[in-house]
């Protein structure tokens, strides 16, 4: 199990950009996980925005897709969401969270539910104002 500690939220107007970081706090790496970014509203269910796995595999949900990406760093040691053109529904409080390697594309995420994950950050407030 890895300590995730994310950072990056805050408010930003319509049609900015943000990027959110999460990285393992007693150190190491992301190599051997399975990683994504959710975010959640008060009064409903978390979902997954976007996953990438422990082999380069990247996938994002279809509401963010060309407008966030998923992305590490060279050392596998950060784990980014850079978010663009954001909009009033993406307000919402972004959790980063890790687990076993392999069915990590949003579609399998869905399909698992969250039992699977089983590391999870504090989370980071997004707030996009129009």
């Known amino acids: 199990q890895v300590h995730l500690v994310e950072s990056g939220g805050g408010s930003v107007q319509a049609g900015g950009s943000l990027r959110l970081s999460c990285t393992p706090s007693g150190g190491g790496t992301f190599s051997a996980y399975c990683m994504a970014w959710f975010r959640q509203v008060p009064g409903k269910e978390r979902e997954p925005v976007a996953s990438?796995?422990?082999?380069?595999?990247?996938s994002h949900a279809n509401s963010v897709k060309d407008r966030f990406a998923i992305f590490l760093d060279d050392t596998r040691q950060t784990l980014y969401l850079h978010m663009d053109s954001l909009q009033a529904e993406d307000t919402a409080m972004y959790y980063c969270?890790?687990?076993?390697?392999?069915?990590?594309?949003?579609?399998?995420?869905?399909?698992?539910?969250?039992?699977?994950?089983?590391?999870w950050g504090q989370g980071t407030q997004v707030t996009v104002t129009s």
């Open positions: 990438a796995d422990s082999n380069g595999a990247l």
């Open positions: 969270a890790a687990k076993a390697p392999g069915r990590c594309t949003i579609a399998s995420i869905r399909r698992a539910g969250l039992a699977p994950w089983t590391s």
